[in-house]
């Protein structure tokens, strides 16, 4: 039985047993619901929950193994010649065989030894999934006659699905956590081979980058420069003039919109906002390579000043225009939630609207307001496209806005392009841009909370 079909026979049955442990509530309390402790639905979802779960669990366990096992039993029936190959040259093999039971293109010809480990590995497969339908309609069957003996009056169905409903929110729960917690430390560990090569006063103070090591000790280059300063300013430069952007006109436009505008042009006027959300980065960095970079170079040059093909200045303008609806949107709404009342109070004490919004409104919105904007200056640290394209790939150690510079995002996307091995300092350098990008990240959320909290005591 596929996969898909499976989920759907699973998903079938645990509807059937919700209706069949109904039927039992109502049969056990003789048409009583009053004698029941808990509403006869409970009853139902017990039983489809225990149907369901224990055969899906297994499900998810078996195919998470399913692979390793199949893989394990392929290579120890495939021909010695083969087998004592490296392990790279026996993981094209198993690929090609892959693709080959897939329908895929192969890189080579298959040959009869390669047709037999297909069929090998087709029937391994076949065989892997009749075993698992076998034992997840089993554990229905089982899980569901034994919960629907345990309905009676007295049984505490609700607290039993309340209890599973629980777990089922702290294993997702759990799920997200562990993810970070991995994501962490796969950078980490990689960060941590890159500075045993290079050394971490040097990656983080030094002027000069030029990642690109030779692959041979006589070759030109063979010794790259890792000093991600230049990657670090970049980043800033570009981030500060968009959010010098981004922040005025966001917060200008929410307060307008929040305490000014009237109903009908907010309806018009916030949904317009919200679509320079929407628009695919690529969009804004054609927009700033043919139309930004080629007005500013033009009005510099009239000015008689000397402005790069591809500067940052381009591409902060352009990011800070698709960063706006993260400030605008986030600030309209935490301003709306301020309570009436702060404004009825404000103007009872013979406040304008304007000393209201300033001196009322805006501190008691600050945290909201403080979260938008950390939103947006994550946004826009993370931001690649627009600088690509914008802003170019070149590791200047600048402050001057018409340069062209480069960001550790981008960075990191030219070191992991292509083949790469994860043996080489030029690779690793990635991961130890990716940490400093978090621990930056982490510092922002830091005194984000910090705000919060400070502001947050005085309004509450």
């Not at 069949?20 to 619901?33: E, M, P, Y």
């Not at 505490?156 to 309340?162: F, G, K």
């Not at 690649?384 to 806005?401: D, E, F, K, Q, R």
């Not at 978090?438 to 309004?459: D, G, P």
Request: glycine share 6%.
């Amino acid at each position: 039985m596929q996969t898909s079909m499976l989920i759907v026979v699973l998903l079938i049955l645990s509807t059937i047993a919700f209706y069949l442990g109904r039927r039992r509530a109502f049969a056990v309390a003789q048409g009583k619901i009053r004698n029941l402790h808990s509403l006869p639905s409970y009853y139902g979802y017990y039983v489809a929950l225990w149907c369901g779960l224990p055969a899906l669990l297994v499900a998810g366990i078996w195919f998470s193994a399913e692979d390793v096992i199949i893989t394990g039993i392929l290579v120890d029936n495939l021909p010695p010649e083969v087998r004592s190959l490296e392990s790279g040259r026996i993981n094209l093999v198993l690929n090609d065989i892959r693709n080959l039971v897939s329908g895929n293109v192969t890189s080579r010809e298959a040959d009869a030894s390669m047709q037999a480990a297909a069929d090998h590995y087709r029937q391994l497969r076949a065989t892997s999934h009749a075993a698992l339908s076998v034992i997840a309609l089993t554990l229905v069957l089982v899980a569901g006659s034994f919960s629907l003996t345990r309905i009676r009056p007295e049984h505490r169905a609700r607290n039993a699905v309340e209890r599973i409903i629980m777990a089922l929110l702290v294993a997702c729960s759990s799920i997200a956590i562990l993810t970070t917690v991995g994501i962490v430390l796969s950078v980490l560990f990689e960060s941590l081979r890159f500075f045993q090569t290079i050394s971490i006063f040097e990656f983080l103070f030094s002027p000069h980058w030029s990642p690109q090591t030779a692959l041979r000790t006589d070759q030109v280059g063979s010794s790259g420069a890792f000093g991600a300063v230049p990657l670090f300013t970049g980043t800033l430069l570009i981030s500060f003039i968009a959010m010098a952007v981004a922040v005025p006109i966001g917060l200008l436009s929410a307060i307008y919109l929040s305490e000014y505008a009237s109903r009908r042009l907010r309806s018009v006027v916030k949904p317009l906002l919200e679509i320079l959300a929407g628009v695919p980065t690529v969009v804004y960095g054609f927009f700033a390579a043919l139309v930004v970079a080629p007005m500013i170079r033009d009005a510099g040059m009239s000015l008689g000043l000397d402005v790069a093909s591809e500067s940052a200045l381009a591409a902060g303008l352009v990011m800070g225009i698709m960063i706006i609806p993260f400030v605008s949107s986030l600030s309209d709404d935490v301003i709306n939630a301020v309570p009436q009342a702060l404004r009825d109070g404000a103007y009872g004490l013979g406040a304008t609207q304007s000393e209201t919004v300033r001196k009322v409104i805006l501190p008691a919105a600050l945290p909201g307001i403080v979260g938008g904007i950390l939103l947006a200056v994550s946004r826009a640290i993370g931001e690649t496209m627009i600088v690509v394209m914008a802003a170019g790939l070149s590791a200047n150690l600048t402050a001057n806005p018409l340069d062209s510079v480069t960001t550790v995002t981008v960075q990191i996307v030219t070191l992991l392009t292509g083949d790469q091995e994860f043996d080489s300092p030029k690779t690793l350098a990635a991961f130890a841009l990716g940490l400093v990008l978090f621990v930056v990240t982490l510092l922002l959320n830091v005194f984000a909370l910090h705000i919060v909290r400070k502001y947050r005591e005085q309004y509450d």
